[in-house]
């Protein structure tokens, strides 16, 4: 199974853009990239996913990098509400999450 | 539909005893997943359902967890003889069958075994 690598922790300040990381070298070509993410005390959300092409939505924007191996999660503009764990996922069959460490977003007011 | 939703949201335990959590997934999902999370770490998948097939088992799960969805409706996940390396946050969560379709999760049970 193709695993994910983030970055344990990151720090930010309040509406500024956030560049989160995800490192997946091992990815296969059918593999879509999913992120997700922890509010404090709260079941994970989906935040979005891609497979080759950029992707925007209300929440993020997904960069996907030209050889797959890579992407990044883009938060436009940071507000407090956005500090969570964000997980980068490959699902596996069935949609199975497995889930990682993940990286600790803190945004600084 | 408001969302998945789990009962009860804590439970505390005695060692040994036996509980119950039950997920209502949002009504239109066919797959119904359940999911551990202890302090500090990520979920951990435990099972899955396709409507009431249960597919797929983790080995987390051992002989005293059971896990059912009758009817392809809600679940319950059932520990009996509980241990202290029980007390974890349960998670269930819905999605339809398609690939790469999104998941939603409740806000989860956190399990205290004292």
């Known amino acids: 199974d193709a695993k994910t690598t983030q970055p344990n922790s990151m720090e930010s300040n309040e509406e500024e853009p956030v560049h989160l990381p995800c490192n997946h070298s091992?990815?296969?070509?059918?593999?879509?990239i999913h992120w997700y993410r922890q509010l404090p005390s709260q079941g994970p959300e989906y935040v979005i996913h891609?497979?080759?092409s950029n992707v925007n939505n209300r929440m993020a924007s997904l960069a996907i990098a030209e050889d797959r191996k890579s992407s990044t999660l883009i938060l436009h503009r940071a507000t407090l509400r956005d500090a969570a764990v964000y997980y980068c996922i490959l699902p596996q069959g069935a949609q199975k999450l497995v889930f990682g460490q993940g990286t600790r977003l803190t945004i600084n007011p | 539909d408001t969302g998945v939703s789990q009962d009860p949201r804590h439970k505390i335990t005695k060692r040994g005893q036996n509980v119950t959590f039950r997920c209502d997934p949002i009504s239109e999902h066919n797959r119904l997943y359940w999911y551990r999370q202890t302090l500090g770490q990520g979920p951990e998948f435990l099972t899955y359902f396709q409507n009431e097939a249960q597919l797929e088992k983790s080995r987390l799960l051992s002989d005293r967890f059971s896990a059912e969805r009758p009817k392809g409706s809600f679940s319950t996940l059932e520990i009996q003889r509980t241990e202290q390396g029980d007390s974890a946050m349960y998670l269930c969560?819905?999605?339809?069958?398609?690939?790469?379709?999104?998941?939603?999760f409740g806000q989860g049970t956190r399990l205290t075994v004292v």
């Open positions: 091992t990815i296969s070509g059918t593999d879509y």
């Open positions: 891609g497979l080759t």
């Open positions: 969560a819905s999605s339809f069958e398609q690939m790469n379709t999104e998941a939603f």
